[in-house]
């Protein structure tokens, strides 16, 4: 799987809370915006945090998940969160 370091554009790594996860393993890919279907449902989920604008978000080893956030005319951000232990894939 890949790193967060392979996932985040450069932008991103020096802002609150990213630094230290930029070499956890990405255990989930996830897009926060369109119908799930089929065989790919798995791909889409909804961002559990407060933040809008989130299109993609990351699910780490060590329960934390990392998004994207978008906003118009503003450059990319992170939101780093941790996952609630039910929402988890791995322990």
Not at 58 to 81: H, N, Q, W, Y
Request: glycine residues 6%; charged residues 25%.
């Amino acid at each position: 799987m890949p790193t967060l370091r392979q996932c985040l554009p450069v932008a991103c790594w020096e802002q609150d809370g990213v630094l230290p996860l930029l070499d956890a393993e990405v255990i989930a890919i996830k897009l926060n915006d369109a119908s799930p279907c089929g065989r790919d449902g798995d791909l889409f989920a909804a961002w559990p945090g407060a933040d809008v604008n989130v299109r993609c978000w990351f699910e780490l080893t060590g329960g934390k998940a990392v998004a994207i956030v978008e906003e118009p005319d503003r450059a990319p951000r992170c939101s780093v969160m941790d996952l609630p232990r039910a929402a988890t894939r791995r322990p």
